[in-house]
């Protein structure tokens, strides 16, 4: 079963939505629901020219920017990934992960597992099927 996580944010936006105007006064508490809709799957290279469709629902932003919260899906593919440009928190809603780094390493993640790819992590990384993770990253991407 997926329970809802909640994050605490000043002038939360109402169902989810971002909304990057907000004050630094009253806090409230949003839920972040790990099963939304995601819309507007965009495409990601992999080494081998296939395409991984992936996208994003950011739910919480920072009033500087500096962090993102949210839940982001995936298709079955790899990615290469050259000297990540966040930190970034990572708890598995549904789906595996594989990573391999450059040096070698290889380490693996499933629903349930939580994790931070550090800010300058290079390697691969092969999602499977219905891959879906609720994130937490700073600097926000964009900011960087």
Not at 28 to 44: C, N, S
Not at 96 to 109: D, H, I, L, P
Not at 125 to 134: G, I, L, M, T, W
Request: glycine share 12%.
């Amino acid at each position: 079963m997926v329970g809802k996580a909640i994050v605490a944010v000043p002038n939360a936006p109402k169902e989810g939505k971002m909304d990057t105007n907000r004050t630094t006064a009253p806090h409230k508490l949003v839920p972040l629901d790990p099963a939304v809709a995601i819309d507007g799957l965009h495409p990601l290279p992999d080494p081998e020219g296939a395409v991984v469709q992936g996208g994003a629902r950011s739910f919480y932003r920072s009033a500087d920017g500096q962090i993102d919260v949210g839940v982001w899906q995936g298709s079955a593919g790899r990615v290469a990934i050259a000297a990540y440009p966040s930190d970034e928190l990572w708890h598995i809603v549904s789906g595996k992960v594989y990573f391999v780094s450059e040096t070698g390493e290889a380490q693996s993640f499933g629903a349930g597992d939580c994790f931070v790819l550090p800010k300058g992590y290079s390697g691969t990384a092969e999602f499977s099927d219905n891959f879906r993770k609720v994130y937490a990253m700073s600097p926000a991407l964009g900011t960087v």
